[in-house]
């Protein structure tokens, strides 16, 4: 059994992580001298006359772990629930935003413009609440202008899970591309722009 790897091409100067799966493949052809890609960088499947293979399969690490910011209007309860939640799908956060955390309204966008993170999470509080704070933390979120860590090319997926009442609102700042996790409706991913 062999197998292949190769440096991530996920970042500038090539942004294509198939670059990288390629060079992999490569290096597996090399070991064997079977040939599994076509003259144009295409897996041959099926196997047929001592070339391409049945199976394929790729596996990536996560450049490290998935990187979250997570967002919630009061720092001891919707934000921490947040970063609970984060945590508790592996996440490593690197960063808690609240109204109340102390900093004013341009460190926060400073600090989520320059942490790239790869996902952002926001949070509010109870259905019918108040949505002014909430509306205000997307203010921010859309003034930093967040970008993926990796790859200049991907969309920065943005998970919002709140006040139903304040949907509207947010997906109107944010963009229709954000996925949402209220009133037990189920939860895509989509992008924030």
């Known amino acids: 059994m062999?197998?292949?790897?190769?440096?991530?091409?996920?970042?500038?100067?090539?942004?294509?992580?198939?670059?990288?799966?390629?060079?992999a493949i490569r290096e597996v052809e090399e070991l064997t001298e079977?040939?599994?890609?076509?003259?144009?960088?295409?897996?041959?499947v099926p196997y047929k006359?001592?070339?391409?293979?049945?199976?394929?399969?790729?596996?990536?690490?996560?450049?490290?772990?998935?990187?979250m910011m997570v967002a919630g209007v009061v720092k001891t309860m919707t934000a921490e629930s947040a970063n609970r939640a984060a945590l508790g799908?592996?996440?490593?956060v690197m960063?808690?935003?609240?109204?109340?955390?102390?900093?004013?309204?341009?460190?926060?966008?400073?600090?989520?413009?320059?942490?790239?993170?790869?996902?952002?999470?926001?949070?509010?509080?109870?259905?019918g609440g108040d949505v002014k704070h909430l509306v205000g933390m997307a203010?921010?979120?859309?003034?930093?202008?967040?970008k993926p860590r990796l790859g200049q090319s991907y969309t920065l997926p943005l998970v919002y899970a709140g006040n139903k009442d304040a949907w509207n609102l947010i997906e109107e700042l944010l963009g229709s591309g954000l996925a949402r996790a209220v009133n037990k409706e189920p939860l895509a991913r989509k992008s924030l722009y």
């Open 2 to 23: 062999v197998s292949g790897k190769a440096p991530t091409t996920v970042e500038a100067p090539f942004d294509d992580v198939r670059m990288g799966v390629r060079n």
């Open 34 to 44: 079977h040939q599994i890609l076509s003259k144009d960088d295409e897996i041959l």
């Open 49 to 67: 006359k001592g070339k391409g293979v049945d199976l394929y399969c790729t596996t990536s690490s996560a450049g490290g772990g998935l990187q």
């Open 89 to 92: 799908a592996g996440a490593i």
């Open 95 to 127: 960063d808690i935003m609240a109204v109340d955390d102390g900093r004013v309204d341009y460190q926060k966008i400073k600090r989520t413009r320059d942490l790239r993170p790869d996902m952002i999470l926001l949070a509010d509080g109870t259905d």
């Open 139 to 146: 203010q921010m979120i859309k003034a930093a202008d967040p």
